[in-house]
């Protein structure tokens, strides 16, 4: 009796966290039509691919998607090649204050640090540039490729590469073929994080990029809302196409979500 | 120190010309007594500032007591907590614009699926404007972050739990203790440092909340929900006054060092 009740709750709880997502789904599956409907129509409709064809068709969606897989792609990669070798000095020479600093930077509320960057990027006229925004989501995720892969590194035994560095290996020989290959798992976590969260981003994109040529898919989407005549259909269709991404990576690191949702702190 | 110089040197350069030297900057262009006298005469940053503090506190405590009711409800599934566990992540996966966009397909008066349901069972909702409403907008934002966040304060305590040790829990049971004694004397007090850490987490995206409303509401109707980083985002990028929106800035750090003090001392001590 009280299980079944429990079951109920959770059931309950969980239609009410998948049923806006439903629900934006079938408005994009929608003829124009059937999308207001009154009484709406939950399952009964005829489905239509139409307004994926025409935002795709449009070119300008196509556009802010490659954008998208552009800057988060070239900002991951970016964040884990400066950020893994800082990771492994702080794990090997630890210098706790210096570690909790870089932490630090990764809190900053956007707001403020938006308006600077804002301006330096104006004077070095990276504005509405891909790489103006990829330098900026580096920065962004750079703190936390730090700090996640620190405790990675921290669970690797230093005999393995002391070993290593006694037969003849330099450090950075060790660090690429002893330890490195241990952390893949995190590795691999550590950039579905990275790719998430620059894919995700909204406040420095929308800033950062205002022309066609540069915006990515969330300032893309945000355009259309803010219009007038808001094109309901390839605007749900853009919103499911932006969203299958991130569930496909969170898919891949669920094993670790909680350590990257924590910082680290709890490891899940 | 020479061994870890060559390691961390490059990200280093990096972060101090992401953060350290746009922070100076900031403070060269904010940090005057002209900026600050306004800021103490401005109502409309002090209402924003009342409504970031007001939509904090509401979704906080909504976000904690659902996620660890939750987080309860579903440790005793079992198996098919996986599942649950799963589908209940969804929303805070999302992209938040596209989070923010079905619930405008929610909301909308005339068309969202809110009112739809509701016309169709022969109410009159020409009154239930939700989000363009002044009264009810700031509510329909707190909901809105209540879906979408939940899930996060719901998975960490969630671990939090399952890494418990058993054996304190066994012997109240064995003891004779009810549920509900074993969860307030024993659960929840080894939880504090899991609690506490996701409450700090939160309540520091919470004040800077700013993708869901400009979506949803961009801050209106009226100035109904309007925040500090929706307000500071209109007067640098809207009116071009980077100064004063710069030394506005400094309060959302000051804010949120405070917080992000207390969090490292958190993490410091597990």
């Known amino acids: 009796m009280k299980r079944a009740a429990q079951f109920a709750v959770a059931t309950v709880a969980l239609l009410a966290a998948l049923a806006p997502v439903y629900w934006l789904i079938t408005i994009s599956l929608k ?3 059937d999308q207001f409907a009154v009484p709406p129509l939950w399952f009964h409709f005829a489905p239509t691919v139409q307004h994926y064809l025409k935002a795709f068709q449009s070119g300008a969606f196509t556009r802010y998607f490659a954008n998208s897989i552009v800057t988060a792609t070239a900002s991951t990669v970016l964040a884990l090649l400066l950020g893994v070798p800082a990771a492994y000095g702080l794990s090997r020479f630890p210098w706790p204050k210096l570690s909790f600093w870089i932490l630090s930077t990764r809190m900053l509320p956007p707001i403020v640090t938006i308006i600077p960057v804002f301006l330096m990027l104006r004077e070095a006229h990276l504005l509405n540039s891909l790489a103006g925004l990829t330098i900026v989501y580096t920065g962004f995720n750079l703190p936390f490729v730090v700090w996640m892969m620190q405790s990675f590194f921290d ?4 005999d393995l590469e002391e070993a290593a560095m006694l037969d003849g290996e330099s450090r950075f020989g060790a660090f690429l073929r002893i330890v490195l290959p241990l952390v893949t798992p995190g590795l691999s976590a550590t950039a579905v994080f990275c790719l998430i ?22 300032v893309g989407i945000a355009a259309q809302v803010t219009q007038y005549e808001i094109k309901w259909g390839a605007m749900s269709a853009a919103g499911v196409a932006a969203m299958v991404p991130v569930l496909l990576f969170a898919t891949a690191a669920q094993k670790y979500l909680v350590r990257g949702l924590s910082l680290g702190a709890v490891k899940g | 120190m020479k061994g870890r110089l060559p390691w961390i040197a490059p990200a280093m350069v990096l972060l101090l010309a992401l953060s350290i030297f746009p922070l100076i900057y900031s403070l060269k262009l904010g940090l005057k007594p002209a900026h600050f006298e306004r800021m103490f005469h401005d109502r409309l940053f002090h209402i924003a500032l009342w409504q970031t503090l007001l939509f904090t506190a509401l979704a906080l405590i909504a976000e904690f007591v659902l996620g660890l009711s939750l987080a309860l409800l579903i440790d005793g599934l079992g198996r098919a907590a996986r599942l649950f566990r799963a589908g209940l992540l969804m929303p805070m996966l999302l992209p938040p614009v596209v989070a923010a966009v079905a619930w405008r397909l929610i909301f909308n008066p ?10 169709g069972f022969g ?3 020409s009154h239930l404007t939700w989000t363009n409403g002044e009264g009810a907008a700031l509510l329909c934002v707190v909901l809105v972050d209540i879906w979408e966040w939940t899930p996060f304060l719901f998975l960490l305590l969630s671990a939090g739990l399952q890494s418990l040790p058993q054996e304190p829990l066994e012997a109240a049971r064995v003891d004779g203790a009810s549920w509900w004694q074993t969860t307030r004397d024993i659960t929840l007090p080894l939880l504090k440092p899991v609690v506490l850490l996701a409450l700090l987490l939160r309540s520091m995206d919470l004040m800077r909340i700013f993708d869901q409303i400009f979506i949803l509401t961009q801050g209106g109707p009226g100035f109904a929900t309007e925040t500090v980083s929706l307000y500071i985002y209109r007067t640098a990028f809207r009116f071009g006054n980077f100064g004063y929106a710069a030394a506005m800035s400094f309060v959302m750090l000051a804010i949120t060092t405070v917080m992000a003090r207390s969090l490292m001392r958190v993490m410091k001590t597990k």
């Open chain 1, 155 to 158: 669970d690797v035994p230093r």
């Open chain 2, 123 to 125: 109410l009159d909702t």
């Open chain 2, 110 to 119: 005339q068309f969202g699926v809110l009112n739809g349901t509701l016309k």
């Open chain 1, 31 to 33: 003829q124009e039509g």
């Open chain 1, 197 to 218: 969260v620059a894919w995700n981003e909204f406040l420095f994109a929308l800033i950062l990029t205002q022309t066609e040529s540069a915006m990515t898919l969330p």
